[in-house]
């Protein structure tokens, strides 16, 4: 099995800055992707950024230009970094990550337990 531990989440006022963990545990061979998702009530889940195995990212319109998706693959861990947050960035935020538990076994989709940010106008 593979465990998704996320932390960073929190109360910030609208400008400030939190940075978000997600590591990765268990039977791991390789993990491809790696990324952040947030959802509100009633609305579906939504991409905030992804990284890929080779550090390319991708960002929601939304987010680009304030917020920073990073990995570190030796910790089988990403992070996102976000700056001059807005009040319409409150969410739950999920880590997801794209895993390989061995060379011949099909990439399966993990998702953290989410972690709440709350920007305060």
């Known amino acids: 099995q593979v465990q998704l531990v996320e932390s960073g989440g929190g109360l910030v006022q609208a400008g400030g800055s939190l940075r978000l963990s997600c590591a990765a545990s268990?039977?791991?061979?390789?993990?491809?992707?790696m990324g952040w998702y947030r959802q509100v009530p009633g609305k579906q889940r939504e991409l905030v950024a992804s990284?890929?195995?080779?550090?390319?990212?991708n960002y929601a319109d939304s987010v680009k230009g304030r917020f920073t998706i990073s990995r570190d693959n030796a910790k089988n861990t990403v992070y996102l970094q976000m700056n001059s947050l807005k009040p319409e960035d409150t969410a739950v935020y999920f880590c997801n990550v794209q895993v390989l538990r061995a060379v011949w076994s099909p990439v399966t989709a993990y998702w953290g337990q989410g972690t709440q940010v709350t920007v305060s106008s």
């Open positions: 990284i890929t195995i080779n550090g390319n990212p």
């Open positions: 268990g039977s791991i061979f390789r993990i491809n992707d």
